[in-house]
């Protein structure tokens, strides 16, 4: 029976331990060793490549790690680094003061129109994300949708020139990924018990107190997996910045299609990636240990 057991459990575990082996641990070590080498005027522009039997010795001398201490001696990528973390700190914020009401309130609608709200919230992913970015070109630029209005109502009298700015950049991240933080904040809210904040009423909790004390605290979940998956892709974002940003806007994604595309250096650009991932592998591996615990406890 326990190797029974063993067997069902081997046979669960394989597909998904099998499929991370093959999509993320192999093209990791790939794009590692890429890392490692050193730019070369050859196709793939980088050596050494690839070594016969005997020069397996050869291979791993030519290896260093020139590359990252590149990437940590030189201004422009630490700025990079930064911005990205500060520009995607920020939406993600964003995302939830905005996510966090309208979730909220999908909840206390009646149930015969959260599919209709679930609908509507999902309804942008029926578009092309190119499409939706190159929109708000449209409505940012001088003398854009967004100008015209506000010049009709009286409220401005010159352009925003809004376009070409970071400000332009966070209504995209928050604006595409809006619905990533709404989704997973309505999930955790709908299942509170309404008999807990019913409870705290009869004690005497005003509904500040019951929103801070119990819903929030028991939508937490969803607002971490929220934040997350804002957080994760708007990090490296590269179209959002490029279309919508301007010079002065630096982020990560944007340095990694320069030094890939432009300046076609492969390794600088997998040494990149590489920080760029572990920048983002150590909060999950900390809210992961953070969250096991509190299971424990």
Do not use: C
């Not at 520009?87 to 995302?95: E, G, K, Q, R, S």
């Not at 009401?101 to 190119?130: C, D, E, G, H, N």
């Not at 925003?160 to 595409?176: D, F, K, P, Q, W």
């Not at 900390?286 to 096991?292: E, G, N």
Request: charged content about 15%.
């Amino acid at each position: 029976m326990n190797a029974r057991h063993k067997l069902r459990r081997l046979a669960v575990l394989a597909p998904p331990m099998l499929w991370l082996g093959l999509f993320f641990f192999v093209p990791f070590l790939v794009v590692l060793r890429i890392s490692l080498s050193d730019s070369a005027p050859a196709i793939p522009p980088y050596a050494p490549h690839w070594p016969g039997l005997g020069e397996i010795g050869t291979f791993i001398r030519a290896l260093d790690i020139e590359n990252y201490i590149t990437l940590l001696s030189d201004d422009l990528y630490l700025g990079a680094y930064l911005s990205s973390l500060r520009i995607a700190a920020t939406a993600t914020l964003l995302t939830l003061l905005l996510g966090f009401p309208l979730a909220y309130a999908m909840t206390r609608a009646p149930k015969v129109w959260q599919p209709a709200l679930l609908v509507l919230v999902i309804l942008p992913f029926w578009t092309s994300f190119l499409i939706r970015v190159y929109a708000w070109m449209a409505i940012l630029r001088p003398e854009g949708v967004l100008d015209q209005v506000l010049g009709q109502l009286g409220i401005t009298s010159a352009p925003l020139n809004l376009l070409n700015t970071e400000a332009a950049v966070l209504i995209g991240i928050v604006y595409s990924y809006l619905p990533f933080m709404v989704l997973p904040v309505y999930a955790s809210l709908e299942r509170i018990d309404p008999a807990l904040t019913e409870a705290a009423a009869d004690l005497g909790a005003t509904p500040l107190k019951r929103f801070f004390l119990i819903t929030v605290p028991l939508a937490m979940p969803g607002i971490m997996a929220g934040a997350f998956l804002v957080l994760i892709p708007a990090i490296g974002e590269f179209v959002i910045p490029d279309l919508l940003g301007g010079s002065d806007t630096l982020m990560i994604g944007k340095v990694l299609w320069t030094e890939f595309f432009a300046n076609r250096d492969w390794p600088l650009a997998s040494a990149v990636a590489i920080v760029m991932l572990l920048i983002l592998v150590g909060p999950l591996l900390l809210f992961q240990r953070l969250a096991d615990t509190g299971r424990r406890a």
